[in-house]
């Protein structure tokens, strides 16, 4: 079965900074566009970022985290990163990533348009 695993949460202060793992042990991660998602308590899981497959590797970022948070990717290691500087109180929620199974690019953050979710990695920015 499909599916990725996330972490590197943790909690931190203000104007912190974390990096985010998504791996995968089975499954080529190079094939496909991977995005990040997050979710905090009593709202909607909202798209944060996404990088294509490799043939291209195009990024893509919400507004709310341009210039402060990148994506890459570890070939060697199957592993999709967010690094994430500047952190904001407002950043902190539980932090999922996901496969894009329609294409491998992105596309928006539809999230039908993912699968093989992990169980997520809280992310808590506090003083």
């Known amino acids: 079965q499909l599916q990725v695993a996330e972490s590197g949460g943790g909690l931190v202060q203000p104007g912190g900074s974390l990096r985010l793992s998504c791996a995968a042990s089975?499954?080529?991660?190079?094939?496909?566009?991977i995005a990040w998602f997050r979710q905090a308590p009593g709202k909607e899981r909202e798209g944060v970022s996404c990088?294509?497959?490799?043939?291209?590797?195009?990024?893509d970022y919400v507004d709310s985290v341009k210039g402060r948070f990148t994506i890459s990717r570890d070939s060697a290691r199957n592993t999709v990163y967010l690094q994430m500087n500047s952190l904001k109180p407002e950043d902190t929620a539980i932090y999922f990533c996901?496969?894009?199974?329609?294409?491998?690019?992105?596309?928006?953050?539809?999230?039908?348009?993912?699968?093989?979710w992990g169980q997520g990695t809280q992310v808590t920015v506090s003083s």
């Open positions: 996901a496969i894009q199974l329609t294409q491998p690019t992105c596309s928006g953050y539809a999230p039908g348009d993912f699968g093989a």
């Open positions: 089975r499954y080529p991660l190079n094939n496909y566009a």
């Open positions: 990088i294509d497959s490799v043939a291209t590797g195009d990024t």
